[in-house]
Nanobody, 120 residues
Framework: QVQIVESGGGLVQPGGTLRLSCAAS????????MAWYRQGTGEQQRELVA????????SYADSVRGRFTTSRDNAKNTVYLQMNSLKPEDTAVYFC?????????????WGRGTQVTVSS
């Protein structure tokens, strides 16, 4: 069984920082692209926040570029999201999505999400 588990969410004041982690585990051979999405309360779609491919190169949404940084540890099948200068509009459930290598090919897996609340 393959699973994705996020951690590191919480309540933080505007201007604060949080670091999210996402680990893939189970019967996998490794990970390809790993991405962070978020979904605010009442929003129907998830917004792509950041995406990192295996060589470490990353891309970001305009709304977070310069404030958020994603990095990964391929040996641990883990991706991180360092969030600085947080704003109330960053409040959302943050989901990790990973393309993982499994027997027979590639599988796309979502985590269950972790809540990030930015409020004074």
């Amino acid at each position: 069984q393959v699973q994705i588990v996020e951690s590191g969410g919480g309540l933080v004041q505007p201007g604060g920082t949080l670091r999210l982690s996402c680990a893939a585990s189970g019967n996998i051979f490794g990970t390809y692209a790993m991405a962070w999405y978020r979904q605010g309360t009442g929003e129907q779609q998830r917004e792509l926040v950041a995406r990192a491919i295996r060589d470490g190169s990353a891309s970001y949404a305009d709304s977070v570029r310069g404030r958020f940084t994603t990095s990964r540890d391929n040996a641990k099948n883990t991706v991180y999201l360092q969030m600085n200068s947080l704003k109330p509009e960053d409040t959302a459930v943050y989901f990790c999505f990973a393309d993982v290598a499994v027997v027979g090919g590639t599988l796309g897996i979502w985590g269950r999400g972790t809540q990030v609340t930015v409020s004074s």
